[in-house]
C-alpha cells in the first residue's frame, strides 16, 4: 500500500507523507547524539578549553620594559620561551607553598576519608536510630561555601571572641594559640575536615547500600560478626568508592585557597604565598605579573594531572592483580 492510500484508509488529509528510508533512519540516529552534545561541548571550549589555551600562551609571553617604560610602545609583550618556567620552578616561595601543602594534605586526607568511612558504616548499621537526620547532621557541613566556613572557624580560634578559649580559662586550662605555628596545620586541616566529611560519606555510603543484602546473610549464617563484615565485606566490596573519594581529596588539597586566605587577616604566620595557588594569585594580581602566574598555574595544574593518573594507574594495576587472584 502506498503512503496517499495508507492515510485515506486512516481518514488523513493533506500531502501525501514521504516516508524515511532505513537508511535516512539510521543516519539521523548516528547524527542525533552529536546534536545533544552540541551546547554542552560549545561551553566547555569558550569557558573552560579556552581560558585554559590562553592561560598557556601567556606562560611563554613577557613583558619587556623599554627605557624608564613610559611612552607608547614602552612596554611590550614579547616570547619568552620557557624563561617563566624555569623561574617557576626555581622559586623558593613556590616550593615553600607546595611543601606546607604537602603537610596540610598528610593530615586532611587520611583523618577526611577515615571519618567518612566509619560514619558511613556506622549508618549501615542495622542497629542505627535517626538515619535520615544523622546523614543530613553529617552532609550539611559541605553545603556551607568554603569562605564562610573558613570565616566562622577562623573566629572561634580568636582567644578574644572564642567560646572555647573562654571555657578553657574558666576551667584553668592552657590556651593554645591555633593560629600560629605548628597547630595552625591542625586549624586548617580541621575546617577542611569538617566541610568534606559529609560528602565523602554520603559516596561511600551509597556505595555500601547498592551491596545485595544475600551477601550480608550468608556472611551471617557463617557465623560473621558485625565487626568482621565491615572489616572483611563492606570496605572491600566499597573500594573503587574509596579511590574516588581518594583522588578527589588529592585535587582538592593541591588546590586549596580558600582557608588560607579567608584566615590570613586574623594572623601573621599565613602569608600571602603560603600555598601554591595563594602564590599564583599574589603574582597575578598582586605584583601585575600575569605571564609568571600563568606559568605557575600551569605547573600545578600539571603536577595535578601527573599525580591524579598516577594513583589511578596504581588503583587500577592493583585492582587486576586481585582480581587476576
Not at 27 to 37: D, G, I, Q, V
Not at 114 to 143: C, H, N, Q, W
Request: charged fraction near 15%; charge should be positive; hydrophobic fraction near 50%.
Amino acid at each position: 500500500m502506498t503512503s496517499t492510500a495508507r492515510r485515506k484508509a486512516y481518514g488523513v488529509k493533506g500531502a501525501p507523507y514521504a516516508i524515511p528510508s532505513p537508511a535516512t533512519t539510521r543516519e539521523r540516529a548516528r547524527r542525533a547524539p552529536y546534536f545533544f552534545l552540541l551546547p554542552a561541548t560549545i561551553l566547555f571550549a569558550l569557558f573552560f578549553a579556552l581560558p585554559i589555551g590562553y592561560a598557556v600562551w601567556l606562560s611563554f609571553r613577557k613583558v619587556k620594559v623599554s627605557g624608564l617604560g613610559l611612552g607608547s610602545g614602552a612596554r611590550r609583550e614579547v616570547w619568552a620561551g620557557l624563561e617563566n618556567y624555569t623561574a617557576a620552578l626555581t622559586d623558593s616561595e613556590l616550593l615553600g607553598g607546595a611543601l606546607r601543602v604537602v603537610g596540610y594534605g598528610c593530615i586532611v586526607v587520611p583523618v577526611m576519608l577515615g571519618l567518612a568511612l566509619l560514619f558511613a558504616l556506622m549508618l549501615d548499621s542495622e542497629k542505627v536510630r535517626l538515619a535520615p537526620f544523622t546523614r543530613l547532621a553529617i552532609f550539611l557541613p559541605y553545603a556551607i561555601p568554603g569562605v564562610v566556613a573558613a570565616l566562622l572557624w577562623g573566629f572561634l580560634y580568636l582567644p578574644d571572641v572564642s567560646p572555647f578559649y573562654f571555657v578553657l580559662d574558666r576551667l584553668g586550662l592552657p590556651q593554645p594559640d591555633l593560629l600560629d605555628g605548628g597547630p595552625l596545620y591542625l586549624a586548617l586541616s580541621n575546617i577542611a575536615v569538617w566541610g568534606g566529611t559529609g560528602f565523602n560519606m554520603i559516596v561511600i555510603y551509597t556505595s555500601l547500600r547498592s551491596i545485595p543484602a544475600e551477601v550480608y546473610e550468608a556472611a551471617k549464617l557463617d557465623g560473621a560478626t558485625p565487626l568482621q563484615i565491615a572489616l572483611r565485606i563492606k570496605i572491600p566490596m566499597v573500594a573503587p568508592s574509596l579511590v574516588l573519594t581518594f583522588f578527589f581529596s588529592i585535587i582538592a588539597t593541591l588546590q586549596v585557597f580558600s582557608e588560607p586566605t579567608t584566615l590570613k587577616p586574623l594572623t601573621n604566620s599565613v602569608s600571602t604565598t603560603w600555598s601554591p595557588l595563594m602564590k599564583v594569585y599574589q603574582d597575578a594580581f598582586g605584583k601585575g605579573d600575569i605571564h609568571a602566574a600563568a606559568a605557575q598555574a600551569t605547573i600545578i595544574a600539571l603536577a595535578t594531572l601527573l599525580l591524579s593518573f598516577g594513583f589511578l594507574r596504581a588503583a587500577n594495576r592493583r585492582q587486576r592483580q586481585e582480581a587476576a587472584r
